[in-house]
Nanobody, 131 residues
Framework: QLQLVESGGGLVQPGGSLTLSCAASPYDLNYYAIGWFRQAPGKEREGVSCISATVTSTAGNAVYADSVEGRFTISKDTAKSMVYLQMNSLQPEDTAIYYC????????????????????WGQGTQVTVSS
């Protein structure tokens, strides 16, 4: 399993931006699909975005939840073993603990809805959107 550590959360005003980072070790990130999930108080954990393994392609294919499509961007830097989530136009409903998660893969697709397949999880980072 990967060891995952998230960072970059914080307090931001509505309409603002944040970039979350996920540091992964000790294995080659090319062989993992990475997802970002979030959990708000009293709600179930939900998928935000995922990016596929990059064994056969350098960029990876991304999937986004409808609620963040066009506002959030996921990216992977395998040389640095890092995954990022750029979040723009943040709204109060984006307030949650954000988790980075991973599963081993060689496919050029990731499965955002298959939360049970993600077997490595970080500890989470709090994002609060409030004026």
């Amino acid at each position: 399993q990967l060891q995952l550590v998230e960072s970059g959360g914080g307090l931001v005003q509505p309409g603002g931006s944040l970039t979350l980072s996920c540091a992964a070790s000790p294995y080659d990130l090319n062989y993992y699909a990475i997802g970002w999930f979030r959990q708000a108080p009293g709600k179930e954990r939900e998928g935000v975005s995922c990016i596929s393994a990059t064994v056969t392609s350098t960029a990876g294919n991304a999937v986004y939840a409808d609620s963040v499509e066009g506002r959030f961007t996921i990216s992977k830097d395998t040389a640095k073993s890092m995954v990022y989530l750029q979040m723009n136009s943040l709204q109060p409903e984006d307030t949650a603990i954000y988790y980075c998660a991973a599963y081993w893969s060689v496919k050029t697709e990731c499965r955002l809805s298959a939360i049970h397949e993600y077997d490595s999880w970080g500890q989470g980072t709090q994002v609060t959107v409030s004026s």
